[in-house]
């Protein structure tokens, strides 16, 4: 009775027990489909956990979602972006200079300034004394200076220089009056100077610009004699002055209210060779004696120069004002001697001289 009753219930009991062992036993095909589903649970994971973290758009009329771009660098795109580097994240400087600067400047203008050249007097090597000698008076000029700036990137454009300069100027006068063995007035002179410059310049600030610089000059000048008789009866003759010499320097431009900005410069100038040479010939129709040329070789001197210009920005060109000083000390020179008429003289030389500058430029910048 009791087996007979159980059978029903076991037959279903033996079949579930069957096919619960027929599933456990699962083939390929089965583990291939589970893994595929573990896959795309994971990719939904990820996609809802980005979409947990992106970032919400307001706009006027629909939200958009920007999801949240992955912040880790791989190594090959490091160094892609050492080699090609992009836009960095902030292109603007933390101040950005307020200084105008131009690829191509030109500033043109004209000065007026105060000459002075000197020759103390001094004790000879016969104990004779030499008169002190001074030519003075007004002189008219005119410059031109050009200054290039290459953007940057540019081979010129480094951590050592990125200005270079070319600068000339002219002045000359008919209004120098000669002191010294008698008086000479209405003297001639002329004055020629060449510079060539490099620089960096150097931002201070969202206002301020330094620019460190050294270089090339020459100066060149040329003291008319013309044949002029003085007050005591001597002649004059003409003499050529040569100076090659290393500028070292600096100019600090600072901004000021009212599109106005101002421009100190200081410069000292290392003399290297300069030579002198004095065209006595030019006195043999008073003298009547045959004295030829004498050139003096100068070794030793220094020069020094500042400036203050006051600028007044435009939209279109600069104007400024610039007092300025310029300062030449020179020693003496190495003895020569000459030949006059088959006699020869006792050594020569040219005295310790000065040369002092004082004026102003009225210029405008391009």
Known sequence: MLRTNCCPVLIPLFFLIFTHSTLCRADSSFDTSSQDQDEKNLIVNEQLNLFEGSQ???????????????????????????????????PQPKCPSQVKTRVHELDVGTEVFYYRYEEPAYLTIYNTTTSRITNAGPMLGYYANYAYRPADPNFFNNFLTNVYMLQVRYAGSRDLEYKGSGVIKDKHDDVLEFRGLIGKDYNIGADSRVTPYFGFGYRYLLDRGDGQISSTGNWDYDRKSHYYYLPLGGDAVINMPQDWAVDFNAEYDIFLQGWEKSYLSDGDQFTGLDIPNLTNHQDHGFGVRGSIKFIKKGSMVDFYVEPYIRFWDIDYSKAETLTIDGVTTVPLVEPRNSTTEVGTKFGILF
């Not at 190594?75 to 972006?81: A, D, I, N, V, W």
């Not at 080699?83 to 902030?90: F, I």
């Open 56 to 90: 919400i758009k307001e706009g006027d009329a629909e939200r958009e979602f920007i999801p949240q771009q992955p912040t880790g660098t791989s190594g090959g795109r490091m160094f892609k972006e050492l080699l090609n580097p992009g836009p960095s994240n902030n």
